[in-house]
Structure formats: C-alpha cells, structure tokens
C-alpha cells in the first residue's frame, strides 16, 4: 500500500520532535509520581496515626463492656431479684445512673444495654431517646439478643440499628442468664476524621465495611464500588490512583481497624496535588504544548500550499469515476496548479462529451432490449387460452364462455398494451385476477385465489408484467393433484429498508409442493438468468427488467412455507407519478 504525501511528511516531522517530547513526558510523569508518593505517604501516616486512637477507644470501650459483665455486683443483683422486690428496682437505679455516667465518659458510646432472656426484659443508658432506642435495639438486634455465646473475635460487629449502622458488641455475664452490650456510633467514631480534611478542602474521608457497605461519608454507588475494589486488593502500595464520576483524578489512601471490620479511606484531588509543583514543573508541561502547537501550525501551511491543492485534484478524479462529469477544479494561488486545474478541467469536459454519445447510444440498445423481453413474455399464454374456449364452445357453456371471452380480452389488451415503462401496482393485480378468473373456469372449485393490497399502494407504479409470471409459474408447477383444493396468494404491503426507503413488498404463495432444495438454491442465486431455459424464461426476464430499472435495490427471493408450498418473495423501492 503506498502512503499519501502528506502522511510522509507528518511522519517526518514527528520523527524529528518526537525523541524530544518522549524525553519531557518522562520527565513529567516522572516528577508527578515523586509529588504523588509524598503526599500519598503523608496522608498515609496521618490516617494511621487517627485510625490508631479510634482502635484505642474501641479497646477501652471492649475492657469497659468485660468489666460491667464480670465484675457489676449490680448486674449480679439485678439477675439474681424478683421483679417488683426492692432489690430488683434499687439495682436497676443504680445501673441507670452509672451507665448515665459511662455513656457521658465514653463520648463513643451510643447506647448501653442489659437483656434478661427469661423474663426478657430489656434496659438500656443512650444518647438517643429511651424508647426509641429500646425499640429499635429490639428490632434490630433481635438474633444477637437470642444467642448468649461469647464472641469468637475480639472485633467488634457491624450492625444497623435504626436504619444507622453502629458498631456492637455483647458479652453474657457469670450467670449466663445476662446479656450486656454496647453499641458504638459510627458518626462518633468519624468525628476525629473530619479534622483530617479541615485544612485542604479537596479532601474526601469516608468510612466503608468489609463488603463495601458505606458506613460514614456521601459517595456515588459507582464511585464507592471502585473504591471498594481497589481496597481489597492485597498489594502493598499505600495508594491507588482512582477516576470518579464528576471526572476528576484521585489518590485513593486507605486504612483498616485492628478492632473492627471498618476501612477508613481519604481521596485526595490530584489536580490540586500537581497545582504544588515548582515553576520549573510546569515550564516542563508547557514544552511538549508549545512542540505540538508549532507542528500544527507548520501542518497547517503545508495543507494550505500542497496537500489541499493535491487532495482537491484526487477528488476531482474520484468524482469523475462515479460519473459526476459535470464537477470543476478551482483553480488556485499558486502557477503550477493553475496549470494542472485547467488541464484537468479541459480532460473532464472531453470526457464528458464522449460519455454522452456513449450513453445514448446504450440507452437505444437497453430499449430495444426492454421490447424483446418483453415481447418474450406476451405470446406464453395465447395458446392454452385458445384451448379452453374451444372445449366451452363444445360443451355450449354459453354463460362460462361469455365470463371466459370477457376475462381473456382484459388480460390480452393488457398485454398488448404494455409500451409504457411504468403502470399502477392496481392494473398489474387486476391483470392477474384476469389471468386467475380464466384458470378458474379450467380447474372449477379447485382454485382459490387471494388478494390483498391496501389502498394506499394501489397508485405506486412498478415494470409491466413483474408478478404475473410467478403466479403462472406457481398455477403451472404447484397445481399437480387434482384431488385438492389449490390455493394462491397475493398481498402487498409496505415495509421501511434498513436503508431508511420506503419498500413495497410483494409475496406470492401456494399450496403446492414447493421448491426442491437444489432448485431454491439456483433460483436464490440468480444460476437461471445467466443460461436461460424454457422453464425458467419468466424468472429469467423479471431478473432482467429488475437489473435495468432498479439495479442492485430491487430484491427477489424464493423459499418454502414451512406448512407446505412456495413462496416468491419481491420487494422494490416505492415511486409514484409526478
């Protein structure tokens, strides 16, 4: 394949800067991973360093909920009391007002709770309001308040409480017949976090679970999943660039909690991360622009004085291929394609007057060749007509002969008359009703014939004489028992090409035996136009007309109905009188 001019010389160019701007790319790249590293590490220890005491006030709140559970004398009195005794109400009371004070130390704490199983009788100390909480602690705690094992982990559980999630833990006491926990907010735990992003407002803190649930923060599903897939990978880099939804670049920092199943992660904007870089940085970033910018430019003066010149002569000759002979260069500023433009004007116009003369002399051998075809199809059915009124006559059917006379007269003033190029698609149908009423008289309730043409097709024009011969073929080569009833099909309708032109669609059907397979194989392949026989000359002829006045979007097509018979299938592109 060779290569255009201008590609050769975009090629050169580029060989020549390319070496140069590789060099300041790398260069780029380079020192944007350098800041990226820094900072990634930076936010990375800062996290750690947060992530570390939310982990210590987890294991203190952990120590305290061991305590209460091993060591409250109260929960002890509470368990071992009848309800209604003053045992019962003191011991109660006074787990009121320590939890009261608990919840007030541990600013973590959401709620704390004891459950009785047998009485199952539910106390707790919240932030929240009392019956609120004990509801949804109900509702939603309900299979952790029926199991009274000790945790196999040291972590604690996410649960949602409320539609919020929190993080909890219980611990059964001596007796066993207690449960005390402690629920820990989520909000609380994320409060330390903020004061991460207060000095850089392009900062993103979030707080996800092991199965990527959004515990803390406001992130787009989409976001979250990548979010969520980068964090579980298991490499050891302390970050990972990331693209979000509102198109910006990230740098993805993340952490995880010894002491729960909660990933902590920052996401740091990478363009106010490069806004940092030194002066030189980004000299170096306005280079390789600057190479890019003068080698369009020098692109641009080339296209103006050689390329356009060279592409407008090459679409001139393309024009004149596809016979737009009457198509004209403009000449140009420069003398040497002035020249070119005149001589290529004055060829086009020599090649037009010749294609003229050429064509005319075409148009008078494809006319003559339309009346032979014809002409061809005319005389197909003079003889068998002739037949039938001979056997009428004999046996005196004055009432058929007349019907018969009638019929053969319009369908053989049709034929006679068939010099104009173009007739309504409703004469070509009322020409074969002739044709069929006339072979109705031969094979009396034997032939049932069906038509169908909507309205609104009836004034479309198509070829003389282009359906009928696969109605005579399916009457001639489908009708071969006598002992059934013989049916044909005729319906128009109007279909939208995958070209967007509007089609009408023409299907011819019988009853008969169909097609053989090696037979429906030629016909589909056009094998019959190119060696016609006597069988085939109708199809032979049609193929002809439809390759002369529609060329290659005319489509005909033969098949077999699946519940037995042949189908002829044509479709042609609709035109109408102007």
Not at 8 to 21: D, E, G, N, Q, R
Not at 74 to 83: A, C, D, N
């Given at each position: 394949?060779?290569?255009?001019?201008?590609?050769?010389?975009?090629?050169?160019?580029?060989?020549?800067?390319?070496?140069?701007?590789?060099?300041?790319?790398?260069?780029?790249?380079?020192?944007?991973?350098?800041?990226?590293?820094?900072?990634?590490?930076?936010?990375?220890?800062?996290?750690?360093l947060?992530?570390?005491?939310l982990?210590?006030?987890?294991?203190?709140?952990?120590?305290?909920?061991?305590?209460?559970?091993?060591?409250?004398?109260?929960?002890?009195?509470?368990?071992?009391?009848?309800?209604?005794?003053?045992?019962?109400?003191?011991?109660?009371?006074?787990?009121?007002?320590q939890?009261?004070?608990?919840?007030?130390?541990?600013?973590?704490?959401?709620?704390?709770?004891?459950?009785?199983?047998?009485?199952?009788?539910?106390?707790?100390?919240?932030?929240?309001?009392?019956?609120?909480e004990?509801?949804?602690?109900?509702?939603?705690?309900?299979?952790?308040?029926?199991?009274?094992?000790?945790?196999?982990?040291?972590?604690?559980?996410?649960?949602?409480?409320g539609?919020?999630?929190?993080l909890?833990?219980?611990?059964?006491?001596?007796?066993?017949?207690?449960?005390?926990?402690?629920l820990?907010?989520?909000?609380?735990?994320?409060?330390?976090?903020?004061?991460?992003?207060?000095?850089?407002?392009?900062?993103?803190?979030?707080?996800?679970?092991?199965?990527?649930?959004?515990?803390?923060?406001?992130?787009?599903?989409?976001?979250?999943?990548?979010?969520?897939?980068?964090?579980?990978?298991?490499?050891?880099?302390?970050?990972?660039?990331?693209?979000?939804n509102?198109?910006?670049?990230?740098?993805?920092?993340?952490?995880?909690?010894?002491y729960?199943?909660?990933?902590?992660?920052?996401?740091?904007?990478?363009?106010?991360?490069?806004?940092?870089?030194?002066?030189?940085?980004?000299?170096?970033?306005?280079?390789?622009?600057?190479?890019?910018?003068?080698?369009?430019?020098?692109?641009?003066?080339l296209?103006?004085?050689?390329?356009?010149?060279?592409?407008?002569?090459?679409?001139?000759?393309?024009?004149?291929?596809?016979?737009?002979?009457?198509?004209?260069?403009?000449?140009?500023?420069?003398?040497?394609?002035?020249?070119?433009?005149?001589?290529?004007?004055?060829?086009?116009?020599?090649?037009?007057?010749?294609?003229?003369?050429?064509?005319?002399?075409?148009?008078?051998?494809?006319?003559?060749?339309?009346?032979?075809?014809?002409?061809?199809?005319?005389?197909?059915?003079?003889?068998?007509?002739?037949?039938?009124?001979?056997?009428?006559?004999?046996?005196?059917?004055?009432?058929?002969?007349?019907?018969?006379?009638s019929?053969?007269?319009?369908?053989?003033?049709?034929?006679?008359?068939?010099?104009?190029?173009?007739?309504?698609?409703?004469?070509?149908?009322?020409?074969?009703?002739n044709?069929?009423?006339?072979?109705?008289?031969?094979?009396?309730?034997?032939?049932?014939?069906?038509?169908?043409?909507?309205?609104?097709?009836e004034?479309?024009?198509?070829?003389?004489?282009?359906?009928?011969?696969?109605?005579?073929?399916?009457i001639?080569?489908?009708?071969?028992?006598?002992?059934?009833?013989?049916?044909?099909?005729?319906?128009?309708?109007?279909?939208?090409?995958?070209?967007?032109?509007?089609?009408?669609?023409?299907?011819?059907?019988?009853?008969?035996?169909?097609?053989?397979?090696q037979?429906?194989?030629?016909?589909?392949?056009?094998?019959?136009?190119?060696?016609?026989?006597?069988?085939?000359?109708?199809?032979?002829?049609?193929?002809?007309?439809?390759?002369?006045?529609?060329?290659?979007?005319?489509?005909?097509?033969?098949?077999?109905?699946?519940?037995?018979?042949?189908?002829?299938?044509?479709?042609?592109?609709?035109?109408?009188?102007t």
């Open positions: 394949m060779r290569l255009s001019l201008r590609f050769k010389v975009s090629a050169l160019v580029l060989l020549l800067v390319m070496p140069l701007f590789l060099f300041l790319y790398y260069t780029n790249i380079y020192s944007t991973n350098i800041i990226r590293e820094k900072v990634a590490n930076s936010a990375s220890d800062t996290l750690s947060h992530l570390s005491s982990d210590e006030l987890l294991e203190q709140t952990g120590t305290y909920l061991t305590r209460m559970a091993n060591e409250n004398m109260l929960l002890e009195l509470y368990s071992e009391s009848e309800p209604d005794s003053v045992n019962y109400y003191l011991s109660l009371r006074k787990l009121m007002d939890w009261y004070n608990d919840v007030s130390y541990y600013s973590i704490i959401r709620t704390v709770f004891v459950y009785h199983q047998k009485r199952d009788e539910l106390y707790l100390s919240s932030q929240r309001e009392y019956y609120d004990k509801d949804v602690i109900r509702s939603g705690l309900s299979p952790q308040l029926e199991s009274f094992k000790l945790p196999t982990s040291l972590k604690w559980e996410i649960v949602n409480v539609g919020e999630p929190a909890f833990k219980a611990l059964p006491d001596k007796s066993g017949s207690l449960l005390i926990g402690v820990v907010s989520i909000d609380a735990l994320a409060q330390p976090l903020t004061q991460l992003g207060s000095a850089r407002s392009d900062e993103q803190i979030g707080i996800i679970a092991q199965d990527g649930r959004l515990l803390w923060g406001h992130f787009m599903q989409q976001d979250l999943d990548r979010i969520h897939v980068l964090m579980k990978n298991e490499s050891n880099r302390s970050s990972h660039p990331i693209r979000l509102d198109g910006n670049n990230y740098l993805l920092v993340g952490q995880t909690s010894l729960s199943d909660l990933n902590v992660f920052i996401l740091l904007d990478e363009a106010t991360l490069l806004d940092e870089l030194p002066l030189f940085q980004r000299v170096i970033n306005g280079i390789p622009l600057a190479l890019m910018i003068v080698l369009v430019i020098l692109l641009m003066l296209s103006r004085l050689v390329f356009k010149p060279i592409h407008s002569l090459t679409y001139g000759m393309k024009m004149l291929g596809n016979g737009k002979l009457d198509f004209r260069l403009k000449e140009g500023n420069s003398k040497e394609f002035q020249l070119i433009s005149r001589q290529f004007n004055r060829m086009a116009e020599q090649i037009g007057d010749l294609k003229i003369d050429v064509y005319e002399e075409k148009m008078k051998v494809q006319q003559a060749e339309l009346k032979h075809l014809q002409a061809q199809i005319n005389p197909h059915f003079f003889m068998n007509s002739l037949n039938i009124v001979y056997h009428l006559v004999e046996l005196q059917q004055q009432s058929l002969i007349k019907k018969m006379i019929h053969l007269v319009s369908y053989f003033r049709f034929i006679m008359s068939t010099n104009d190029t173009w007739i309504e698609l409703s004469k070509e149908m009322n020409h074969i009703r044709y069929l009423e006339i072979q109705k008289v031969m094979y009396p309730e034997k032939l049932i014939f069906h038509e169908q043409l909507p309205k609104e097709l004034d479309v024009v198509i070829l003389p004489l282009l359906v009928q011969p696969f109605v005579e073929n399916a001639k080569h489908g009708f071969v028992s006598n002992a059934q009833k013989f049916f044909v099909r005729i319906i128009a309708h109007e279909e939208v090409g995958d070209d967007g032109v509007p089609y009408v669609a023409i299907q011819i059907s019988d009853s008969g035996q169909g097609f053989k397979e037979q429906l194989v030629m016909l589909n392949l056009g094998v019959y136009e190119k060696e016609p026989t006597d069988r085939q000359l109708g199809i032979w002829n049609v193929r002809r007309r439809l390759k002369m006045f529609y060329g290659d979007q005319a489509v005909l097509a033969f098949r077999n109905d699946p519940h037995g018979g042949g189908v002829v299938e044509l479709k042609l592109p609709i035109r109408r009188r």
